[in-house]
């Protein structure tokens, strides 16, 4: 665990990328939040959801069925062998599992116990890839794409 890493509450709310496509048409269902005046947003986000871009070199992250609040990037994750602890502004917490966005270069950490959606997790915000790539190696040495028994939502999610 390194402290120069501190986590804050996150002020967002997650989302399933199944959340916005038709089951029967495969189409993206318009969420309120593309709901915008830029009409090419739609698509745009729809390309970043049929080729999802990971540009970096680790070996355990691995895509998620989560959207990036910040960008709507999907989210990439990784599964710790051990509980991971982070520093974050309410003590030292263990999680299971962190998700990435490398668009936007954030961290997510659920409140251990809970899924990403219950929204009451960590952030986690890097303001150039230099550093955000510092943080993303660190975490791949101790990650896995093995889902975990006994955690909650060791799935897909
Ligand atoms: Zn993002």
């Known amino acids: 665990m390194d402290e120069k890493y501190l986590f804050k509450k996150t002020r967002y709310e997650y989302q399933l990328i199944s959340s916005f496509i038709d089951p029967f048409t495969g189409a993206i269902?318009?969420?309120?939040?593309?709901?915008?005046?830029?009409?090419?947003l739609k698509e745009i986000i729809s390309e970043k959801w049929e080729r999802p871009r990971w540009h970096y070199?680790?070996?355990?992250?691995?895509?998620?069925?989560?959207?990036?609040?910040?960008?709507?990037?999907?989210?990439?994750?990784?599964?710790?062998l051990e509980d991971y602890p982070i520093h974050t502004t309410d003590g030292i917490k263990r999680i299971p599992r962190i998700f990435t966005c490398g668009e936007c270069f954030s961290f997510h950490a659920p409140e251990p116990g809970y899924r990403l959606a219950d929204n009451n997790g960590y952030i986690l915000e890097f303001d150039d890839q230099i550093s955000y790539e510092e943080f993303l190696y660190e975490l791949d040495k101790y990650g896995s794409t093995i889902g975990r028994r006994g955690t909650i939502d060791n799935s897909k999610y």
């Open 57 to 80: 070199f680790t070996n355990n992250f691995y895509i998620s069925s989560y959207i990036c609040p910040k960008c709507y990037s999907l989210l990439f994750k990784t599964v710790f």
């Open 29 to 40: 269902i318009s969420p309120m939040f593309i709901e915008t005046p830029k009409n090419d």
